[in-house]
């Protein structure tokens, strides 16, 4: 038979593990934005060259996505357009995708959809760990060996999709 005390001890402990996985959980979250954060300082500080010679804007906002884990998270975006725009804007934004091997999916595309290329994502392999690069690929059948994200490789995708 069991006692009072036992089913209070039960539910003491069940909501100290609660606590403890809510506290990972928020742990987490602040994390992946921090990741998210870092990246996209580092994009938009790549463009800002261009930025200052007004060849292009860049504009960084705010947007949420879903991530099947830790649920919805505030993450940054990137616009950038060409100088004069002439309605063409390439948009970098987190996915909120995971699979098994991917974590950290961002998607670069132009935002008129009329782009004749495709799409880039840059990602970082689960393999890797805490400390994973960033490469940068094309997601078709013939997207080629994903390239690591350096300046070069990110001007690259952005200029194919911008005279796509």
């Known amino acids: 038979m069991m006692r009072l005390r036992d089913a209070v001890d039960a539910v003491q ?3 100290q593990a609660n606590a403890a996985l809510q506290a990972n959980c928020v742990s987490r979250r602040d994390a ?3 990741t998210y954060e ?3 300082k580092t994009l938009d500080d790549w ?3 261009y930025v200052a010679e007004e060849k292009i804007q860049s504009r960084r906002i705010q947007m949420i996505v879903i991530d099947p884990e830790l ?3 505030t993450v940054p975006a ?3 357009r060409p ?3 002439a309605g063409i804007e390439v948009t970098v934004t987190p996915t909120g995708t995971t699979c098994a091997n991917i974590r950290n999916e961002i998607k670069l595309k132009r935002a008129d959809g009329l782009s004749r290329t495709d799409d880039y994502f840059i990602y970082k392999l689960v393999s890797d760990g805490a400390s994973a690069r960033w490469f940068i690929a094309r997601r078709s059948r013939n ?3 994903p390239k690591l994200l350096l300046p070069e490789t990110f001007e690259e995708a952005v200029c194919a999709l911008i005279l796509a």
């Open 47 to 49: 463009m800002q060259p």
């Open 78 to 80: 990137l616009s950038i």
């Open 38 to 40: 870092a990246l996209f």
């Open 143 to 145: 997207a080629g060996k």
């Open 83 to 85: 100088v004069p725009t």
């Open 71 to 73: 649920g919805e998270l």
């Open 32 to 34: 992946e934005v921090s």
């Open 13 to 15: 402990q069940r909501a």
